[in-house]
RNA sequence: GUCCCCAUAGUUCAAUGGAUAGAACGAGAGCCUUCUAAGUUCUAGAUGUAGGUUCGAUUCCUACUGGGGACACCA
């Protein structure tokens, strides 16, 4: 945003060193105090032989003299100085204020990026529930498309649902034998989640079951009737729970990839691996051998000839290349998973691909209860739906308690943002190698560093640009703002905030971490709050002060809003 | 045994190798006749251990300790 005045710096350096220094050198300090753009001189110092102390001191006069030279012209830098080995440069507010107030942040460019990029992410499993395992995946991928479509890339957003295995099997089993013929009539995939939870106690408890499930397991490859209609129905009921949250979540896909696609091709694929000498069989199975590159040996093919996730994986990986093209392919799933995703991009570049090494294996940690980790087979699990719901009845009743007059159906439109803020900004709000310990005092809590809070926040602003506007009509586009009035801590301190919304956006985008949007969200939330207990923006007796400020808290507004939206959040006009 | 992730306040989390390690929750004390108290102000409170690199390390490297996960027919 100070490329500018960052590169006048630079050529005074220039000038007075002969060395030419970087942008990124040029750094906000710590504190106000130290100015708005500071050098650390130790690498100067090193290159001038002199102390960083001497090189910041020379640095200043040098400065500061060819400062005096251009006054009479409007000069942004008003003074520099040295604290130690830091040279601090002091720019004129007002030009600051309007540089950065100014300027729309929907409209700022990032750096230019250009290609497409397929994203894998959400994939729970038909049969199961949707647990907030699945929850903080999916809130992650949104986030991360919409960051990178910020960027300009163009996205492709794919889902993999996993129809076939043994937990479906399972499901199939415990259905026909004790649930034929009865279903609930809404939330049917959870309820499937739970009767995969007893077949799995029930197996636990007589291991012969088993047999009965193998059986199953083989009518549903050789495609009998009966249980392929049930297993129709299993995938149906569940892919419309997964709908139903998508939907809520702001979840979109271009293209569901079902593993049941994928097996035929992935045998075939193994049958080229073992022509071409990658694979290689061993006790009946086909395995590749990935120990020259520090990787352990994968089985691709099991022994009785039927598939494994990694052949579909390959298979799929085909496919997408051949259909789409993409640039690069992220693969958002859980950490765990790590050493699936070497090998399996490591057998892709043995087959021959080049985009082999533009697949990207975007790992994040799981979210465990305090108790341990969630399992949906000890049914010990937090679904999604559970989770909404208990949201939903808290920010109803927090709702209607402040609202008496609103009507219902403002209420309920209301809590449904409110619980989705809550629910998505906890799991974003966390880095993606942090394990979240999930608390439901915390996920369903409306203070302190929550999506509500943003919200909150937001809202706030919107009442005073209501109020001004009812107050104030007659001067609604004010074309001359008097930015030298915005001079207090409390304003520096949000403008400064505001100048990072881009840099924070880069460094999200870069380093494929939504959290780092979140956290600087509350931080600007937090100092546009101490402004607010602070300073009125709506004062009768300035009038010129209240239009500058009324442009400060619009475009922090801006900010929030587009921080929120980006996030996967949609913000609130009241609440 | 090998590999991956993590270790900061009582708890949950921040901090592109730089100036005084920031928040939130919880605890204690304040602030609503004043633009929304889902807010805000004040108080108490932290870098696992031992080395190394560096002018400078919470950050990078090594070892150790502790926690989580993965490692041939699960996904």
Redesign the pocket.
Known sequence: MLDEIKKQIIEFIRKATEVEIST?EL?I???D??GNL?L?C??LA?ILKQSPVEVAQKLVEAISHELSATRDKRQVISRANA????L?FFLDQSFLNKKILEQDIEKTKLPKTKGKIMVEYSGP?PGKGFHIGHLRNTVLGIALINLLRRSGYKIIPVNYL?DT??HIAKVIWIYQKYYAGKEPKANRGEWLGWLYAEAEEKLQANPEIKDEISLIHKKLEAKEKLIISIWKKINQWSLADFNKIYKQLGAKFKKIYWDRDYINQGKKIVDELLEKGIAMK????V?VDLEKYNL??L?VL???GTA??ITKDIAMAKERFKEYNPDKMIYVVG??????FRQLFKILDLYGFNQAKNCYHLSY??VRLKEG?MSSRAGKVILYEDLFEQALAK?LA??EK?HLDWPKKKIAL?AEK?SLAALKFDML???T?????FDFD?AL?????TG??LL?TY??I???KR?LQTTKPQNKSKQNIDYSLLNSLEEKKLIKEISRFNDVLISAIENYKP??VA?YL?NLA?EL??F??K????DGNNTELTWARLKLIDRVGQALQNGLNLLGIKELE??
């Open positions: 990124d750094v300090p710590p504190d105090k130290f500071s650390a130790f690498g090193k604290v130690g080995p830091y601090n499993n996993n295995g043994t061993s006790d009946g199975a395995v352990p040996t089985v099991k022994s009785d494994l996730y950490n765990e998973q790590s050493l699936h940690e799981l980790k920010s927090e709702t402040r209301t409110i709000k966390h880095d190698n942090q394990i979240i310990t915390e809590s409306f203070e302190g560093d509500p809070y909150y809202a706030r919107q009442s005073i109020k959290s780092l956290v509350l937090q709050n101490t607010y207990h300073h009125k923006v709506i009241q609440m």
